[in-house]
């Protein structure tokens, strides 16, 4: 339900009693993941999608029931071709969803935290004893935690440990706390949805690639900064949908700014004073991705200076060139989407090949499955 925190925390706001299905678990070829979440508000109005389509008019009745008798309700969706009238996905794939009514607790503190960027995860019961469906716990990095699962203080303790260690990960996944950690009889699967802030894409150089590169970025649900040394450039007009502009050298705003291991870093700067210096400290920092625009003989010569100033092979290893799929690009919003391809292709582990005639997966199963990589452009 993070997923629509920003929404729902509106609805919370203007006093809306709502209710919200959630995918909790996924299997085969389902076409969300869990957190993924539709929300239903007592006059009908609907924000959100569990599955693409297939399913939505079966959860939407679920979450309209659950408004009505104020009970939590979790069902599951699989494909039948057997039945013309059956609801299933027609992807084959199973789903679980869990439909949880809205009327205070911990919710209303979970989704503002969510909305507000705050690194917070929200856990919840989908699978135990009777009455405790539902049930949530809201737990902050430090590993306090607010709520109760309703079981036991052990059960509340334990199931905040693992919610920390997810939301440590920026992971959403399940946790199974085992009886002796519940104290309550039997195994409790709890879902912990990790709310993180935006992972952050650097875009290196003020030209007119970096303009559409920005606007990629943010569709993508990055937090993008642009950085350029010449002020004339940089300006927030040049770039009004980046979320800051920086003027400053490259390679020392990187030695100061905060970067992690989802950090993507575009150099578009096409120029060696620039490049060589910002790839030299790049080239040694554990983000998820850089890129460096130019030619393939900008490449070579570059990766030359590179050695030249220390960087060893095995750092130049991490080198795509060039950067992005080949699309055949050749417009500055060609090149961002070619860019923006790989940074996800490289994150999810995905090939890049058409999928038209292949018989790779469709959707992979976790992030980044690969090493990240690291890129340079043409």
Request: glycine share 12%; with cysteine.
């Amino acid at each position: 339900m993070l997923d629509i925190a920003e929404e729902l925390t509106r609805w919370v706001e203007q006093g809306r009693d709502f209710a919200v299905a959630t995918v909790v678990a996924v299997g085969g070829s389902a076409p969300r993941q869990p957190g993924a979440a539709l929300a239903v508000d007592s006059e009908g109005t609907v924000i959100g999608s569990v599955s693409g389509g297939c399913v939505e008019g079966a959860v939407y009745d679920l979450c309209r029931q659950a408004l009505q008798d104020g009970e939590p309700a979790l069902e599951r969706f699989g494909y039948s071709d057997e039945d013309a009238f059956a609801v299933g996905l027609t992807c084959g794939g199973i789903i679980d969803i869990l439909v949880t009514p809205v009327r205070g607790g911990i919710y209303p503190a979970a989704l503002r935290a969510a909305a507000g960027g705050e690194a917070a995860a929200l856990a919840r019961i989908i699978e135990g004893p009777a009455g405790l469906l539902g049930n949530a716990l809201l737990v902050h990095p430090d590993g306090a935690y607010e709520g109760s699962l309703g079981g036991h203080p052990a059960l509340d303790r334990t199931a905040a440990a693992e919610a920390r260690a997810l939301l440590d990960a920026g992971r959403t996944g399940t946790a199974v706390i085992g009886e002796d950690g519940s104290r309550c009889g039997q195994p409790l699967t709890l879902l912990v949805e990790s709310s993180v802030p935006a992972p952050r894409m650097i875009v290196f150089g003020a030209i007119d690639f970096a303009a559409a590169l920005v606007r990629v970025g943010k569709f993508l649900g990055y937090h993008v900064t642009v950085c350029d040394a010449r002020p004339v450039f940089a300006t927030p007009a040049r770039f009004p949908e980046a979320d800051e502009v920086v003027v400053e050298w490259p390679h020392e705003y990187l030695a100061r700014t905060r970067v992690d291991g989802r950090t993507v870093l575009c150099v578009l700067t096409h120029d060696a004073k620039f490049d060589v210096p910002l790839l030299e400290r790049a080239l040694r920092l554990p983000v998820a991705y850089v890129g460096a625009m130019g030619s393939r003989r900008t490449h070579e010569d570059r990766n030359k200076r590179l050695r030249d100033v220390g960087v060893t092979e095995l750092e130049l290893a991490r080198l795509h060139s060039p950067i992005g799929l080949d699309l055949g690009a050749r417009t500055p919003e060609e090149t961002a989407l070619s860019i923006g391809a790989e940074i996800v292709a490289d994150r999810r582990g995905g090939s890049g090949v058409s999928l038209t005639g292949a018989h790779t997966p469709i959707h992979h199963d976790g992030p980044n499955a690969p090493a990240g990589r690291i890129g340079s452009v043409a």
